[in-house]
């Protein structure tokens, strides 16, 4: 059995404490505006809603919403199953032939054992990613998303209490 493992090259500690680290230049806030909600980009005052760079009047604001969206899942089904559908019991008809494909079977035990677990982990560790929408006048975009449904969910609750009624 052959063990393989991964090396990541990692940067001491030392010179990650040294690298400078960017701060972002606040944006000009007005005297009046103060942060009804703030998590590291999204700020949301009683005007507007900033995310990162770009800021939306929340006047302009039609409708809030917050979506949901599933990574596909099906490569990872189809890898398990061709897994154990085809590359098992090939593998098991390579073990009984000629000893002169001896080494094509311990290549494919490797390969099917990693892409079975790779396959398997992947599965195991998806995660939704939540978006939160907004209504303007030129249609419907996504402005944020997370895989923090909560933060979410605070923030469209935010976003809906301080736009102004029509």
């Known amino acids: ?18 690298r ?6 606040p944006e000009p806030v007005e005297p009046g505006e103060r942060p009804l909600f703030q998590a590291g980009q999204v700020r949301v005052t ?16 039609r409708q809030v919403e917050t ?3 599933t990574p596909k899942l099906w490569p990872w089904l189809l890898a398990v ?8 019991p090939l593998l098991s008809w390579l073990s009984v032939t000629v000893t002169a494909m001896r080494g094509a079977y ?4 490797v390969l099917t054992a990693v892409g079975l677990f790779c396959s398997i982990a992947a599965l195991l560790l998806v995660e939704d990613t939540h978006y939160l929408v907004l209504g ?3 249609g419907a975009r996504r402005v944020f998303g997370s895989r923090d449904a909560q933060l979410i969910a605070r923030l469209a609750g935010t976003v809906r209490q301080a736009r102004p009624s029509a």
């Open 106 to 109: 311990e290549a494919g035990l």
């Open 67 to 69: 979506v949901r969206r």
């Open 136 to 138: 303007l006048p030129g």
């Open 46 to 61: 009683p005007e507007r809603l900033v995310v990162g760079g770009r800021a939306w009047a929340l006047s302009d604001v």
């Open 20 to 25: 400078p680290v960017p701060v972002p230049a």
């Open 1 to 18: 059995m052959a063990v393989v493992t991964v090396l990541h090259a990692v940067a001491p500690l030392r010179e990650v404490e040294r």
């Open 81 to 88: 199953g061709l897994g154990g559908a085809v590359g098992l």
